[in-house]
């Protein structure tokens, strides 16, 4: 679906309704200049008492590439994925999320033609994350230790306020929370302190629109379905 750069009067429901998760992008160099506006105009995520608590490391070029092959070459060892630091999924999915949660995998996997149970190829797929699909940009986002749920709640507000802005400018992104688990080679390879908890991961480029992976179309719940207006 060819997406073309947004009016300037329509971005800002735009830029949040053409918003969507890119698995596939154009090897495009994207300006350091453009990076810097897009994380610029991020930093105006609402954080509780203006803490500000996110820490992002923007990687393009050999840096990127180093990182992308340190995790490869770990999984290509035939470890098992090691775990993330944080509980990012629940126990157990309640319904409706597990019913979400299956057909998004299934419509995705039935478009890429993953056969259910073809474990090889499915891992073959997950493992296009850490290359960050390809994106000339990567990201890897930190959060202090010592914080609590409220600064998880901000870093998602500038996430989303990241592909936001990136769709005003013509591009796409993809958050991934595929990376925490690698937490301990990303430490390693980014020098990063002990007391930073590495929270996810995002690709930042072109989208490739000929793309299979970019052909899928998800789908969202109406406001009927989960909002309640009171009004007496």
Not at 9 to 29: E, H, K, N
Not at 53 to 72: C, E, F
Not at 133 to 138: I, M, T
Request: net charge neutral.
């Amino acid at each position: 679906m060819q997406q073309e750069n947004l009016k300037p009067a329509d971005a800002p429901l735009s830029a949040i309704t053409s918003r969507r998760s890119v698995r596939a992008f154009l090897d495009r160099p994207v300006p350091r200049g453009t990076i810097e506006e897009i994380l610029r105009a991020a930093s105006r995520a609402p954080s509780a008492n203006n803490t500000q608590p996110w820490r992002v490391y923007v990687l393009t070029g050999a840096a990127r590439d180093r990182l992308s092959g340190a995790i490869l070459a770990d999984r290509a060892s035939g470890a098992d994925e090691p775990k993330p630091e944080y509980a990012y999924y629940p126990p157990a999915w309640p319904e409706p999320y597990l019913s979400r949660r299956r057909k998004i995998g299934w419509d995705l996997y039935g478009l890429l033609g993953i056969a259910k149970g073809d474990r090889a190829a499915g891992r073959a797929w997950h493992d296009l994350n850490f290359s960050f699909f390809g994106a000339p940009v990567g990201m890897i986002f930190t959060l202090d230790r010592d914080l609590a749920i409220a600064s998880y709640i901000d870093l998602g507000m500038f996430l989303q306020n990241i592909a936001t802005a990136a769709r005003s400018l013509g591009l796409d992104t993809c958050p991934q929370a595929a990376f925490a688990s690698y937490h301990a080679i990303i430490r390693t390879e980014l020098g990063l302190d002990p007391n930073q908890v590495v929270v996810c991961g995002m690709s930042l480029g072109h989208a490739d629109e000929t793309a299979l992976p970019n052909q899928l179309t998800t789908e969202r719940e109406p406001p009927a379905s989960f909002a309640h207006f009171l009004d007496a």
